[in-house]
């Protein structure tokens, strides 16, 4: 499926890179959404659902231009990184930078990269590989990192993957000793109209980023929702949640803004056409369609 061309957000545009897709990885770890109820749902298909309820998901990176900057949110799974416990994901060689490139984006034009959290499909392409050491991709950004999140994978939790503990290794650490993090608050702005908002629970330090600009909005919601199904049921929760019940409030919480205040919904692993218009549905949610260019 062709990703869409991206979001015009007020004066900031938003597109999507889409790194590799995620099907049936997503929706191994999310007990609930067993293929009769997901076919429960109608309007997930056939975008965000099969006819035989396979969930459709991708691994993506965000740019967001507005003005002169360039942020970039989530940097996906990278290349030839080993990921033993995730074998689709392991070692990979995809053409992201070439992808980030036909978008006119090359790795020194990156001001910012946003991290939502630290799991190792969403820090990848911090680093590439240079002779046998990991070195950052986007050497001119700043990476900026929820010091609440960063002190959480510092203390090595236990409850965490083989994984993603290297993530952190390979992927966080080099850009921490190479001086481009920035440990910041879970509410810090990024950049006059873009600011993290805390969305905690499927890490303790998860951010959303929040685009402002001439009366519009979008969130990036990161993996505070991981899949649209979430919208129809924001009780399924990941087996990756670090806190699920947290992680559910935070979602719901999400998807009433998302409501009230008509913010576009961009999740960082929702496959094309990636952005949602959520609206209220009794006491849940549902989905509108998508009015912008
Ligand atoms: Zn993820």
Redesign the pocket.
């Known amino acids: 499926m062709t990703p869409p061309a991206g979001w015009w957000v007020g004066d900031a545009r938003i597109t999507p890179i889409v790194e590799v897709t995620a099907d049936c990885i997503i929706q191994a770890g999310m007990r609930d959404a067993t293929p009769e109820r997901m076919l429960g749902i109608p309007w997930l298909r056939p975008d965000f659902a099969t006819d035989d309820g396979q969930m459709r998901s991708v691994?993506q990176a965000f740019v967001i231009e507005l003005g002169d900057t360039v942020v970039l949110v989530d940097t996906g799974v990278g290349n030839g990184k080993p990921r033993p416990g995730l074998p689709a994901w392991s070692g990979l060689d995809t053409d992201f930078l070439d992808r980030l490139a036909a978008h006119g984006v090359q790795p020194d034009g990156v001001d910012v990269v946003v991290s939502t959290h630290l799991?190792f499909?969403?820090v990848g392409w911090n680093t590439t590989a240079r002779r046998d050491t990991w070195t950052p991709t986007f050497t001119r950004a700043r990476y900026l990192v929820s010091e609440t999140e960063f002190g959480y994978w510092a203390g090595r939790p236990h409850g965490e993957s083989a994984d993603d503990h290297a993530g952190f290794d390979d992927s966080v650490r080099p850009v921490l000793d190479a001086g481009l993090v920035d440990l910041v608050a879970d509410d810090h702005k990024v950049h006059d109209g873009i600011r993290l908002v805390p969305t905690p629970g499927h890490t303790p330090g998860h951010v959303s980023v929040l685009v402002e600009s001439a009366g519009r909005e979008a969130v990036i919601s990161?993996?505070a929702i991981?899949h649209p199904c979430q919208i129809a049921h924001p009780e399924w929760s990941v087996h990756a949640d670090f806190d699920p019940e947290r992680a559910r409030r935070t979602r719901v919480e999400l998807l009433g803004r998302c409501a009230d205040a008509g913010t576009l919904l961009i999740g960082?692993?929702f496959p094309s056409p990636t952005a949602i218009r959520v609206g209220r549905d009794g006491p849940g949610f549902t989905v509108h369609p998508v009015d912008l260019p």
Request: charge should be negative; proline fraction near 0%.
């Open positions: 691994v799991h499909d969403h990161g993996d991981h960082s692993h």
